[in-house]
T-cell receptor
Framework: QKEVEQNSGPLSVPEGAIASLNCTYS??????FFWYRQYSGKSPELIMS????GDKEDGRFTAQLNKASQYVSLLIRDSQPSDSATYLC?????????????FGSGTQLTVLP | GAVVSQHPSWVICKSGTSVKIECRSL??????MFWYRQFPKQSLMLMAT?????????EQGVEKDKFLINHASLTLSTLTVTSAHPEDSSFYIC????????????FGPGTRLTVT
């Protein structure tokens, strides 16, 4: 089992719809969770961080965390074509004796005009 | 805040030569920086973790003698690809961890390396 798993997609939604991106992780000791957006040919950009169970909203983005289920999600409301990108889930996991961010393989999102 | 720069943004070099890539944290100090490589349509692959003032920690399968990392100050880490070959052509991205902010990492814009 991979440490951080995402549905690889591709995911297509029509403009204005809600896009739902999901991520599960295996390390129960993880405390920090992040969503990055990566446009084609560019480097990842941090868009959301969440540390506590529940929802965290920032504009059109809502991150949801459920530590008991080891599940974190990202909702994008009123999706726009400019949201088309690959979304990476990142979780701080234990690697050897140190914690580091482990990235999922990403979900490719396409918002259709 | 939390801006990371990389230089150069792209480079073309001949096989057998060495290339140095710089990564700088512009508005914060970064005790820890990371180097990733990404091939087209593939996910990020962590190459090494760079800690200021100490030796880098390389991921399994990454040749430390080929990919030399130096983290000489709290704002600068460098990656040198030695004796580059065409298979080293890739997108190299650094990131920096913001000290005290729960593992938040910010990425540089990346360096596209082409070895001919």
């Amino acid at each position: 089992q991979k440490e951080v798993e995402q549905n690889s997609g591709p995911l297509s939604v029509p403009e204005g719809a809600i896009a739902s991106l999901n991520c599960t992780y295996s390390d129960r000791g993880s405390q920090s969770f992040f969503w990055y957006r990566q446009y084609s040919g560019k480097s990842p950009e941090l868009i959301m961080s969440i540390y506590s169970n529940g929802d965290k909203e920032d504009g059109r983005f809502t991150a949801q965390l459920n530590k008991a289920s080891q599940y974190v999600s990202l909702l994008i409301r009123d999706s726009q074509p400019s949201d088309s990108a690959t979304y990476l889930c990142a979780v701080n996991t234990l690697s050897g004796s140190a914690r580091q961010l482990t990235f999922g393989s990403g979900t490719q999102l396409t918002v259709l005009p | 805040g939390a801006v990371v720069s990389q230089h150069p943004s792209w480079v073309i070099c001949k096989s057998g030569t060495s290339v140095k890539i710089e990564c700088r944290s512009l508005d914060f100090q970064a005790t820890t920086m990371f180097w990733y490589r990404q091939f087209p349509k593939q996910s990020l692959m962590l190459m090494a973790t760079s800690n200021e003032g100490s030796k880098a920690t390389y991921e399994q399968g990454v040749e430390k003698d080929k990919f030399l990392i130096n983290h000489a100050s709290l704002t600068l880490s460098t990656l040198t690809v030695t004796s580059a070959h065409p298979e080293d052509s890739s997108f190299y991205i650094c990131s920096a961890r913001v000290t005290g902010r729960a593992y938040e990492q910010y990425f540089g814009p990346g360096t596209r390396l082409t070895v001919t």
